[in-house]
């Protein structure tokens, strides 16, 4: 099932085929590109917090927070908040909010972070369902999406990088995962010092590997495309339930008419021969050890998220 069309830039074509995700916390660019979601992260966030046209948002997280009598930690959450309630004018559908780096291995902890988010945004008059708690995929991030799925609170599994972290999460119950594809190429191209063509790259290879997973066993989760390098993976990828992109290769694809073929689909998913894979603890941990690349990124992910973060808290203390 290929299905091509020429008719206008490859970023209405994608539309076609695709849900358009924004990965920036940047109002102006997101009204730009008129995505349906928006997705947030601790570098996104510190990138918009940093710019004078966004002071007002983090003023106003501050003046809320002390004036409910809120901790330190409370009112960088409301920061986040407040990012993603001007980012759910712009945007239909949801916008993504990230639990902290530091809680990554703390099931009950990020499950805790996640109810404030909710109850923030409910306090706002905003409906979980437009929400999804970003969790960093450790095997711990996962039980506590687990938990919060069961409480209707949908969550987006992160620092994604292998089968194995795609099938826990499924099982799990999340409602989306962000495989992060740029990442991919990134270690394989340094681990073998080679460049990638986009059809051949290891990080798109990784979500049409997943996304066959989940249409052949019948999973409802999610696949979300993010992280990317060029245009070429976004293309490759086409068909995907959903993909997060920058602005600037949303700015990219908007100045291509090059044509777009649909290169996932349900209908091709179910003829793979990929196997189905009981998946526990054990051997989660076993299969996530197994695989250096996952290993090292989803722990270099959490490492990054959280010097960010720090970074956040330095500028609000400075200047606020």
């Not at 989306?176 to 460049?195: C, E, M, Q, T, Y």
């Not at 063509?197 to 989760?221: C, L, Q």
Request: proline fraction near 4%; include cysteine; charge should be neutral.
């Amino acid at each position: 099932m290929n299905t091509t069309t020429t008719t206008t830039n490859q970023l209405e074509q994608l539309r076609k085929f695709t849900r358009i995700v924004a990965d920036t916390s940047d109002f102006a660019l997101i009204k730009e590109y008129s995505p349906e979601d928006a997705t947030t992260n601790p570098t996104l966030i510190l990138k918009a917090a940093l710019k004078p046209d966004y002071k007002q948002v983090v003023q106003k997280a501050i003046s809320d927070a002390k004036k409910a009598g809120l901790s330190q930690r409370d009112e960088l959450r409301l920061i986040l908040v407040n990012f993603g309630l001007e980012i759910l004018k712009i945007v239909p559908g949801r916008v993504s909010t990230e639990t902290s780096a530091e809680l990554s291995f703390d099931t009950p902890a990020l499950v805790e972070e996640a109810r404030f988010f909710i109850a923030a945004y409910a306090k706002q008059g905003i409906g979980k369902e437009r929400v999804l708690i970003k969790l960093a995929s450790t095997w711990e991030g996962i039980q506590a999406a687990k938990v919060l799925q069961k409480d209707g609170v949908n969550c987006n599994m992160t620092l994604l990088f292998s089968l194995a972290q795609a099938v826990a999460a499924a099982e799990a119950g999340a409602k989306l995962i962000s495989p992060f594809v740029g990442r991919i190429l990134d270690w394989f191209k340094a681990a073998n010092k080679r460049d990638y063509a986009p059809a051949e790259d290891p990080g798109v290879e990784s979500v049409r590997e997943i996304y066959a997973y989940y249409k052949k066993f019948g999973h409802p989760t999610e696949v979300m495309g993010a992280s990317f390098r060029n245009k070429g993976e976004i293309t490759e990828l086409a068909g995907c339930d959903l993909l997060t992109i920058s602005p600037e290769l949303l700015g990219e694809l908007m100045k291509s008419n090059e044509p777009v073929t649909r290169k996932l689909s349900p209908e091709i998913a179910k003829q793979s021969s990929i196997a189905k894979v009981s998946m526990d603890e054990k051997t989660f941990r076993w299969q996530l050890n197994e695989n250096a690349m996952a290993t090292e990124k989803l722990a270099q992910g959490i490492r990054s998220f959280r010097a960010d973060a720090i970074k956040l808290e330095d500028f609000v203390s400075r200047n606020f």
